[in-house]
């Protein structure tokens, strides 16, 4: 299976084979193709080269329904059913044979025939808004079983369950499978969960399957390898200066915070960032970098703990953002630091448009000078190079570099005391990317203290002064970047502390 889009191969000549009844995982950082690679498998995607042979014999696979009529069935990581619908409704609507007309005592006799083989328990009664997390997980695993299911993909399944639920859920799959009923493909970052329920894996990297094997004759230091690689470090652009030890911007002291599902928790024992240094978090996704953003970009609400920015307690508000000079670049940037539907003026104004001048103990206006607000935003936007077609265009006709370059626009004109980046340069075109991580070092050599959390290691390795990992929310490891020894660095992003 090859896929390119352009000049780029997200996928490059991968093969593998899953025998029927086997229980796969598929391995790989972000951006590796492993969601390219089953995108073409269910037909979303049309591959540039290669074959799907379903039993032997090559599929055309041209959309989900035809990978649906073949017995392949996907559960993504994003819910798919309609909340205001109760689980029996979502079962029958998903059929590709629903009649014009339901005969709905007729189908709920047949629909608990179904259940009660189930390996769930699920009441189908209630609509799907009302269901937690785990059950609308359960539920669409069961849908994919009520369409005939034979092969069932699974895109990080218990990045929504307790430790208790994925083990439920998982060892259920896994018993289908060692009966015959089920083949399991499973993209997950948790190596735990592979060892537990895997029987075989693959490794994909950078578009290429780079080894697997069975999963028993692999250790956790092989599968980290494997999933980064040899990598030679590159210094984007040239540090000025070292870290100023005297000046601390950022304290992270005993913060304990958990994320809106109640799942994930995080405890944070001591972090600091100070003047003129890029402090680096890496580790693999869904180990609590996403809570610690969240707390420090005032997203969430940290439970103990304190932060502080210049030695003052912070809660991550617009104006205390404003008077210390703290600036946020969250990930996915259309989504979490952008109005799409308001122009990129506007956009660029956000920070600004109730200013009097650079002064912030001056009040602020009651009302938008548009002329001071447009020349603003035709500065930046020559200023760091973002192409559009208008300042006055919607930001969501932009690209995701050009948004990107919006937001670093925005963030970084004023001095910057603290900058808190989050996967900046994730899905972004080489050219961008080289000029994102120019930009970061630059705020760095102009002596801001800058937390850099990426999943991209190359990223932190390229970056970074001094090197966190993250795992299963807490910091278990500190390097500085010039001794950083990859294999360390993979073995406690694989949670060997």
């Not at 074959?51 to 329904?65: C, F, H, M, Q, Y």
């Not at 404003?322 to 920070?351: H, K």
Request: proline fraction near 4%; charge should be positive.
């Amino acid at each position: 299976m090859t896929k390119r889009f352009g000049a780029f191969a997200a996928l490059d000549d991968v093969s593998m084979t899953i025998k029927a009844g086997g229980f796969h995982a598929l391995l790989g950082e972000n951006g590796a193709g492993k969601s390219t690679l089953v995108k073409c498998v269910m037909g979303f995607y049309a591959p540039t080269s290669g074959s799907v042979l379903v039993d032997g014999r090559e599929a055309e696979i041209t959309n989900p329904k035809g990978a649906q009529s073949r017995g392949l069935g996907m559960v993504y990581q994003h819910f798919t059913l309609v909340p205001s619908l109760t689980g029996a409704e979502n079962l029958v609507i998903s059929r590709a044979d629903v009649p014009a007309v339901i005969a709905w005592s007729s189908e709920r006799e047949k629909l608990s025939a179904f259940m009660a083989g189930m390996p769930f328990r699920l009441n189908l009664d209630r609509p799907v808004a009302e269901l937690a997390a785990g059950e609308k997980q359960k539920l669409e695993i069961v849908k994919q079983l009520y369409l005939k299911a034979r092969f069932l993909i699974l895109d990080e399944p218990t990045s929504v369950l307790t430790p208790a639920e994925a083990e439920e859920v998982l060892g259920l799959l896994r018993a289908m499978a060692d009966r015959g009923d089920l083949t399991v493909l499973m993209i997950s970052h948790k190596f735990r969960e592979v060892e537990a329920f895997a029987r075989t894996l693959s490794v994909l990297r950078r578009g290429k399957l780079v080894g697997g094997g069975a999963v028993g004759a692999l250790s956790r230091e092989d599968m980290a390898a494997m999933m980064m690689g040899e990598r030679r470090v590159r210094v984007p652009a040239a540090r000025v200066g070292e870290p100023d030890p005297a000046r601390e911007i950022l304290h992270v002291a005993g913060v304990t915070a958990t994320d809106a599902s109640g799942l994930r928790r995080i405890a944070v024992d001591d972090l600091r960032v100070r003047a003129r240094e890029i402090v680096g978090i890496a580790g693999v996704s869904g180990n609590g970098q996403k809570e610690l953003a969240d707390v420090l970009g005032g997203q969430i609400r940290a439970t103990g703990g304190r932060v502080e920015v210049a030695g003052a307690s912070y809660g991550g508000t617009r104006a205390e953002s404003r008077a210390r000079r703290v600036r946020f670049i969250p990930e996915e940037p259309l989504r979490n630091a952008c109005a799409p539907r308001m122009s990129v003026s506007e956009n660029l104004g956000f920070r600004a448009f109730d200013r009097r001048g650079e002064d912030p103990a001056k009040p602020p206006t009651f009302w938008l000078d548009r002329g001071a607000m447009s020349r603003r935003a035709k500065a930046l936007i020559a200023g760091f190079k973002v192409k559009t077609a208008s300042s006055e265009a919607p930001i969501a006709t932009l690209s995701g570099g050009n948004v990107q370059r919006a937001v670093l626009a925005r963030e970084l004109t004023d001095p910057v005391d603290l900058l808190i980046v989050v996967n900046p340069c994730f899905g972004l075109d080489f050219a961008a990317v080289s000029e994102i991580r120019n930009r970061i070092v630059a705020a760095r050599n102009a002596g801001a203290g800058v937390l850099l959390i990426s999943e991209d290691l190359d990223e932190i390795l390229e970056l970074s002064d001094r090197i966190l990992v993250m795992s299963d929310g807490h910091l278990v490891y500190e390097t500085p970047a010039a001794q950083a020894e990859i294999g360390t660095i993979g073995r406690h992003m694989a949670g060997h502390h």
